[in-house]
């Protein structure tokens, strides 16, 4: 399994986040700059949802946009772990079906959020695979390089869930 705390030669995206589909985005806390330096990404008011997956302070969004927050590893889940996820993944549909501006967030906005957006992508109708390639190519090659978060995906997350819960 590959994660972000055992990949450090893992990039930081060129962009603090990326549109996969109208409306629906994803990004990170850091990403490198113009000038090659790693630069913090600080959500203001560009969104009408933020999901956040790993929290660092001072990363907003402002006060008055919506903000739903779930920490979870970029690692094996638990049940309840995946359970928030699938949860998320739903908020983000409905944002997106009353038009709204949805970002969902992580580190450097790879793996967790990918797994979110990969998540409400499969939702609106698209195949595992399909998901997992539009997010890699919309965001990064580096997105979803978490094998486990790619099996998740691909086995579906309720399912992923309740394996998780029966082994617990």
Known sequence: ?????????????????????PGLWMGGHEFEGRSGAREF????????????????????????????????????LDGTQLAGVIRLARAACDALDDGRRVLVRCFHGYNRSG???????????????EAIRLVRARRSPWALHNDLFVAYLRAGLPTARLLEELAE
Not at 1 to 12: E, I, L, S, Y
Not at 64 to 72: A, F, K, L
Request: no cysteine; glycine share 10%; hydrophobic share 40%.
């Open 1 to 21: 399994m590959r994660t972000r705390g055992k990949q450090p030669d893992v990039p930081a995206p060129g962009s603090p986040w990326s549109e996969i589909v």
């Open 41 to 76: 990404a600080v959500v203001r008011d560009e969104f009408d949802l933020v999901q956040t997956l790993l929290r660092l302070p001072g990363h907003g969004p402002d006060p008055g946009v919506e903000h739903h927050v779930w920490p979870i590893p970029d690692g094996p």
């Open 115 to 129: 797994l979110v957006v990969a998540h409400a992508l499969i939702r609106r109708g698209r195949s595992a695979d």
